[in-house]
């Protein structure tokens, strides 16, 4: 009967070759995970062929292979590495020097490896050579080069682990992030919603009660509609924006009619609050430019509309005014809405170019809206190539800079 033992301490490796050993004439197959394992077992049974890896727990492969050749009831035994880890040159002069009939390295084909295990096996087994001293500083120097590849393979491992950590992290934090703004925004619109929706029920149920017609009442209806109308077109243009489906036309404007227009469209407003609304234009600035007009027109209602529902006292301005860019010698059209009005505290002031965020998120926050006109005045902003930025002091007011590619007929 022939038999063989398999030290690994791989249990696919130790299930390879002996499916293969057994499939090729050998009758009993002995496994060991480690060198110790192994050669209690190659006492206990001595088997006809011994095939070892080299790496393993407790006792490795050249302390199984030394201490196999230097036991006379065992050192006939035909000895074979079958190593993936120690392939180098010096690794295989250790290995023959201390008595093992071959070298062989990790993956062979099944046929190829069957072929070393027949011609081992038909030859007489070799003994050690070598001195001893030698050997053992050769097997010093071979586990210390294993341990340093081991250490830097963990160190590469230990970065990539730290690497897809931070990448979770992230994850999650933007993941959280989404969940927040989803439930701010839930929050946010069934708040906003809600007002002018009881204003337009109430008003509706008091003209059912009352015979005689109140224009106040049809008038807060009316206006809660718009403002409902309002919040639903700045989602609408949000949800464009974020999509495929925008798009900027490039057409003559007339800087002056605008500004006529944005200053009979928020002058009555401001005028209610009875705050002063203020518009000039700089002489330098050509009247006529090329651009997106409803854009351009939508950024600085945007902004108008935020300075005069932040704003209880004193006045608003927006100036127009032309820029020569720093880093081109492109000439830009320089957009600045200021205000006397609450001011925003420094670390709430990069907050307010988010989507659906405001200052105050609160349910019992004194002013409306959905927090999304500042966002949305920043995209169109990027959007037409251009910046914006927030200069405020709490309890003195704010100033908007909008920066945009100039562009004249001429």
Not at 19 to 33: H, Q, R
Not at 177 to 188: D, G, P
Request: a negative charge; proline letters at 4%.
């Amino acid at each position: 009967m022939k038999t063989a033992l398999i030290a690994d301490d791989h249990v696919e490796n130790l299930y390879f070759l002996e499916v293969l050993l057994k499939g090729n004439g050998f009758d009993e197959i002995y496994s060991a995970e480690n060198g110790a394992k192994a050669l209690e077992l190659a006492k206990t049974h001595r088997p006809d062929l011994i095939i070892s890896d080299i790496l393993m727990p407790v006792m490795d492969g050249y302390a199984l292979c030394r201490e196999l050749k230097t036991d006379p009831n065992l050192q006939q035994i035909p000895f074979m590495f079958y190593t993936a880890t120690f392939t180098t040159s010096k690794d295989e002069a250790l290995a023959l020097s201390l008595g093992a009939d071959r070298f062989v390295i990790k993956p062979q084909e099944p046929d190829a490896l069957m072929v070393i295990v027949r011609e081992v096996m038909s030859v007489l087994p070799r003994k050690p050579e070598g001195d001893q001293t030698w050997q053992m500083k050769e097997y010093s120097e071979a586990l210390f080069r294993k341990l340093e590849k081991k250490m830097v393979d963990l160190e590469i491992l230990n970065g990539e682990l730290q690497k897809k950590n931070q990448e979770l992290q992230r994850a999650r934090e933007d993941a959280e992030a989404a969940s927040q703004a989803k439930m701010r925004f839930l929050l946010i619109m069934s708040h906003e919603l809600r007002t002018p929706l009881n204003v337009i029920l109430g008003a509706l149920q008091l003209s059912e009660l009352q015979e005689e017609y109140d224009p106040q009442m049809t008038a807060d209806a009316k206006t809660a509609l718009f403002s409902m109308l309002g919040d639903i077109d700045n989602i609408l243009e949000a949800s464009r924006l974020e999509s495929a489906e925008h798009s900027f036309r490039q057409v003559p404007v007339n800087i002056e009619l605008m500004l006529a227009t944005l200053n009979r469209l928020f002058s009555v407003a401001a005028h209610n609050k009875g705050l002063s609304l203020r518009i000039s234009i700089s002489d330098l600035l050509p009247r006529q430019i090329v651009a997106d007009g409803s854009h351009l027109q939508q950024i600085m209602a945007h902004l108008l509309n935020n300075a005069i529902k932040f704003t209880e006292k004193g006045e608003i301005s927006v100036s127009l005014d032309h820029e020569q860019g720093t880093l081109t010698e492109r000439p830009l059209l320089k957009i600045v809405v200021r205000d006397t009005g609450i001011g925003i505290d420094p670390d709430k002031q990069r907050k307010v170019f988010e989507l659906f965020t405001q200052v105050d998120d609160s349910d019992r926050r004194p002013y409306e809206g959905l927090g999304l006109g500042l966002s949305l005045t920043k995209r169109i902003v990027e959007l037409m190539g251009g910046t914006i930025s927030l200069q405020s002091v709490p309890g003195v007011g704010s100033a908007f800079t909008v920066l945009l590619p100039l562009i004249t007929e001429s």
